[in-house]
């Protein structure tokens, strides 16, 4: 296998965990892409100051401000994220953000559950039908017919907690909201 080579990604729920370590990888690649968009709710807020301390290190990251529950937000940040491809399009989506509400069966709440689809489940959707006009658009510009991160792809990040083969301590934590919308 070949050396990834993407000339843009955006990565969703950037600000800190899996997110914020793709946005490091990226950036550290020998051949780093030329745009690397960084999504978070809060681009200014204290949760993304490590998010934006790479930002001023680096003049390919841009952070853009990101609902994946909020279709007005996602489609603003299409917006942002086409300014600075100027026709190229975008090569990688990385659907990462995501929510936990931490809830006994006995306690949770359609309130909860609902909040918890619309981020987990129905924002990689949302995500994925407003950018597709981009993820194209880079496609076309590859004269390859294999499929290929490096062309144009939607990676959507999950988790063991979605999992019906590894019920992943269960008795202890059964964040009931967030196992299915990971396995949805």
Known sequence: MGELRVRSVL????????GLGLVQHFLA???PPKWVFAGCRE???QRAQELQNLASKHPNLVIVPLEVSDPASIKAAAARVGEHLDGSGLNLLINNAGIIKINLLANETLEDMTQTYTTN??????????FLPLLKKAAQGKSSSALSCSKAAIV???SIG??????FEWDMVQIVSYRCSKVA
Not at 121 to 130: D, F, K
Not at 162 to 167: E, V
Request: without cysteine; positive net charge.
């Open 11 to 18: 990565v969703t729920g950037a600000n800190r965990g899996i």
């Open 29 to 31: 690649m020998p051949t």
């Open 43 to 45: 681009p200014k807020g």
């Open 121 to 130: 489940t129905i924002g990689p959707m949302l995500m994925g039908q407003t």
């Open 156 to 158: 959507n990040v999950s």
């Open 162 to 167: 979605g999992s019906i083969t590894s019920p």
